[in-house]
């Protein structure tokens, strides 16, 4: 079964609108950590945002914004107020317990039309 | 320069021949790791490593080797390059951590292409 699900390969949203990127994930293991990850043209890897499986509440840096729904092992990405240059690949990603290992989603592909 | 690297950044080569991308990471992080990134297919893990001369396998191994002499420089061969075998590489270390908040820091990419 696939550890992370990315079910959008793309999508449109307005310059200024808010947007939600969608994440599910598979686990038993009681303790584990998402992430998402940015990749724009250019190719290189960016980090935005983590959540953990303990943490009460949701995760925020800045625009975006992590929807952590535990019980549906769901962890969507909320971009506020978009901007061009949100214009990029997304990655979901988890870590399992005190594996370092990650696994990745398949990315969505978000247009930003100004 | 403190982060981590990788060499060459495009490489194209032909079937049959051996190709070996480098990565450098200066933050002595314990892990390293060897992606490979396909369209519709998002990251897939090829090795990964713990520690000098510890290494593993991930989702997608065959046809790659890799070793780890040293703690800061982590190499994937590709012994006998193959079509299939074009794609982005990236290279990625972490520190080892029993918590869940474990960020990978990703080095540059290489794009490789076998004719």
């Known amino acids: 079964a696939q550890k992370i699900t990315q079910t959008q390969p793309g999508m449109f949203v307005q310059e200024k609108e808010a947007v939600t990127l969608d994440c599910t994930y598979d686990?038993?293991?009681?303790?584990?950590?998402l992430f998402w990850y940015k990749q724009p043209s250019s190719g290189e890897m960016i980090f935005l945002i983590y959540?953990?499986?303990?943490?009460?509440q949701n995760a925020t840096e800045g625009r975006y914004s992590l929807n952590f729904q535990k019980a549906r092992k769901s962890a969507n990405l909320v971009i506020s107020a978009s901007q061009l240059g949100d214009s990029a690949m997304y990655f979901c990603?988890?870590?399992?317990?005190?594996?370092?290992?990650?696994?990745f989603g398949s990315g969505t592909k978000l247009n930003v039309k100004p | 320069d403190a982060g981590i690297t990788q060499s060459p950044r495009y490489k194209i080569t032909e079937t049959g021949r051996q190709v070996t991308l480098m990565c450098h990471q200066t933050?002595?992080?314990?892990?390293m790791f060897w992606y490979r990134q396909d369209l519709g297919h998002g990251l897939r893990l090829i090795y990964y490593?713990?520690?000098?001369?510890?290494?593993d396998k991930g989702e997608v191994p065959d046809g790659y080797v890799v070793s780890r002499s040293k703690t800061e420089n982590f190499p994937l061969t590709l012994e006998s390059a193959t079509r299939s075998q074009t794609s982005v590489y990236f290279c990625?270390?972490?520190?080892?951590?029993?918590?869940?908040?474990?960020?990978?820091?990703f080095g540059p990419g290489t794009r490789l292409t076998v004719l």
């Open positions: 490593s713990a520690a000098a001369d510890i290494t």
């Open positions: 959540q953990g499986s303990y943490d009460q």
């Open positions: 990603a988890m870590r399992e317990g005190d594996f370092n290992k990650f696994y």
């Open positions: 990625a270390s972490s520190e080892e951590s029993s918590l869940p908040y474990n960020e990978q820091f």
């Open positions: 933050w002595s992080h314990s892990y």
């Open positions: 686990t038993s293991d009681p303790s584990y950590g």
